[in-house]
């Protein structure tokens, strides 16, 4: 069943970066959509000025009666109020009901798809490939697991809507989700130990890529780092870090196929100017400057602090890190530790927690006592203010999956 040719859709987990995405594209074809989420955000609040009908809070009622296709995000629980309901009127009359990977696959099925997996560096290797082909002028449709700026109306989203067969979209690990996939093209940025609450161990997670692989089509082409290391042409980016020299270099091979040279591809990427939260330049204050970052792994801590570092010799690197999901900050708690001593001092917000319940064992307070002297556990960000006011010459990254960044407007007033 095509269930982008219907007419009325409801989302549950609007919200959330990549079920958004799919919002817009409806929204943008004249659809009549409708979601839920727990929170307001910028995201939810970008999509009623497109029409869409945002409910917060997830009530059975929400669900509009002649709904068609019910989409929601792997994160919404079976005894979600809306699921129930969905999952009735689906039972009772032919209402269509997928999860947001199943609902990516389903387009990915009638596009030549480019997807770009890995556990680090994901979004910007696929951002930077939508920013290549666009000037191009392949003009391909783009979903991003964050917010890009487009090349033709100089506003940011994370959809990006093309006209030529080709999809270039993000594609997620977690519950083996990107296997919905059908791509020609798939790059694979790297491998790492992450979503230990689903997967058993590492080679767990190497046997999800390999699945992949082995579904693509005849014909198809996988680029891996053995591949893109050996892009020799220079690169010259706006973003700084050597790990977004890496994902340069695999978006750069990734495009060979179809007809772009590396030094062309080269070329375009110089005025690439990165994604939401992605070492986002926020702005400076009294002498201080100020970054958010979506790095929530050790590894992604330790390149976008190293950056940071390289960048600004002279100013002492503040990180402001709010953990997310507890299984992540206990199975890696030592690399957690590990990756923070980088930056001079480490403010440690409570830990942001969804598809969990909190079991109290592991804390912001035990991250921060475990780091050592330069660190310290924070609530809020009114004691983030107490603590860096009247400092000057410092690099201040707020970094974190999760709300973190909402705090950064307070820091700048």
């Known amino acids: 069943m095509d269930i982008f040719s219907k007419t009325n859709y ?46 917060i809070g997830q009530k059975a009622e929400n669900v509009p009666r002649d709904t068609e296709v019910v989409i929601y995000t792997i994160a919404i629980r079976d005894d979600n109020p809306e699921m129930i309901q969905a999952r009735k009127i689906e039972s009772e ?34 951002a930077m490939i939508g920013h290549i082909m666009g000037k191009a002028g392949l003009d391909p449709t783009i979903i991003v697991g964050s917010k890009m700026l487009s090349l033709t109306e100089k506003s940011e989203s994370n959809f990006l809507a ?31 130990a ?8 590492l080679d767990d997670i190497k046997s999800a890529f390999k699945e992949l692989e082995e579904k693509m089509p005849a014909g198809s082409r996988v680029v891996r780092d053995t591949d893109y290391m050996k892009v020799y042409v220079p690169i010259d980016l706006l973003v700084p870090g050597e790990h977004n ?45 100020f970054y958010d970052d979506y790095a929530h792994h050790p590894a992604e801590i330790k390149a976008s602090l190293s950056a940071l570092k390289t960048k600004y010799p002279d100013k002492e690197l ?10 992540r900050t206990k199975l890696l708690f030592d690399d957690f530790v590990d990756s923070l001593k980088i930056a001079d001092q480490a403010f440690i917000a409570p830990i942001f927690i969804t598809r969990e319940k909190d079991d109290g064992e592991t804390t912001n307070k035990k991250l921060a006592e475990a780091i050592g002297s ?28 999760g709300n973190i960044y909402k705090w950064t407007p307070e820091l700048l007033k």
């Open 245 to 289: 020299i890496l994902d340069a270099r695999a978006a750069i091979k990734a495009v060979e196929s179809l007809g772009i040279s590396n030094e062309k591809a080269a070329e375009y990427l110089k005025d690439f100017k990165g994604t939401w939260r992605r070492l986002e330049y926020k702005g400076e204050k009294d002498g201080n400057v």
């Open 93 to 126: 009359r032919g209402v269509v009901c997928v999860s947001y990977p199943e609902a990516l696959g389903k387009l990915s099925k009638n596009m030549f798809t480019i997807a770009i997996s890995g556990t680090h560096g994901k979004t910007t290797t696929t």
């Open 10 to 55: 409801h989302l549950l987990g609007i919200g959330g970066i990549g079920l958004s995405a799919i919002a817009r594209m409806l929204a943008l074809q004249g659809k009549k959509v409708s979601g839920s989420d727990s929170a307001k955000s910028e995201i939810t609040d970008d999509l009623e000025k497109l029409g869409v009908k945002i409910y």
């Open 194 to 201: 992450d979503h230990l609450d689903y997967y058993k161990d």
């Open 374 to 401: 330069s660190a310290f556990a924070i609530e809020n960000v009114e004691e983030l203010k107490i603590k860096i006011t009247h400092h000057q010459k410092l690099c201040v990254v707020l970094m974190g999956a």
């Open 162 to 192: 093309g006209k030529s067969k080709y999809l270039v979209v993000e594609a997620c690990e977690y519950k083996r989700s990107f296997l919905n996939l059908t791509p020609q093209i798939l790059v694979i940025t790297n491998i790492d």
């Open 318 to 327: 503040v990180c402001v890190f709010e953990p997310h999901q507890q299984s």
